[in-house]
């Protein structure tokens, strides 16, 4: 089993930067393909971005693609997202996600995540 525990989130103007971390602990880090989704109030959970165990693989949604990017440092087993250009849609909770996971392309789909952070909020106001 592995916990994850997300950090970062905060009040941005639109147009600023964050970056969240997801800190991991439990098991081998290296041995899972990382998630970050979102959801805001009133929606259904959405995907974000994600990442292959050895970073080989990333994948990202079309509403982020060109200002999220993400990331993992398997020594210090935490894996990032950095956000740029942020919009007032990005308001969300972000959470991230691990699942065991061998392939390249990680998976995109939060029913095939096993393990989940409890998110941390991001707020972009306008």
């Known amino acids: 089993q592995v916990q994850l525990v997300e950090s970062g989130g905060r009040l941005v103007q639109a147009g600023g930067s964050l970056r969240l971390s997801c800190a991991a602990s439990?098991?081998?880090?290296?041995?899972?393909?990382m998630g970050w989704f979102r959801q805001a109030p009133g929606k259904d959970r959405e995907f974000v971005a994600a990442i292959s165990r050895s970073s080989s693989g990333t994948s990202y949604s079309d509403s982020v693609k060109g200002r999220f990017a993400i990331s993992r440092d398997n020594a210090e087993n935490t894996v990032y997202l950095q956000m740029n250009s942020l919009k007032p849609e990005d308001t969300a909770v972000y959470s991230c996600?691990?699942?065991?996971?061998?392939?390249?392309?990680?998976?995109?789909?939060?029913?095939?995540?096993?393990?989940w952070g409890q998110g941390t909020q991001v707020t972009v106001s306008s």
């Open positions: 439990g098991d081998t880090f290296s041995r899972y393909a």
């Open positions: 996600a691990a699942r065991l996971w061998v392939l390249s392309a990680p998976p995109m789909f939060p029913s095939l995540y096993n393990y």
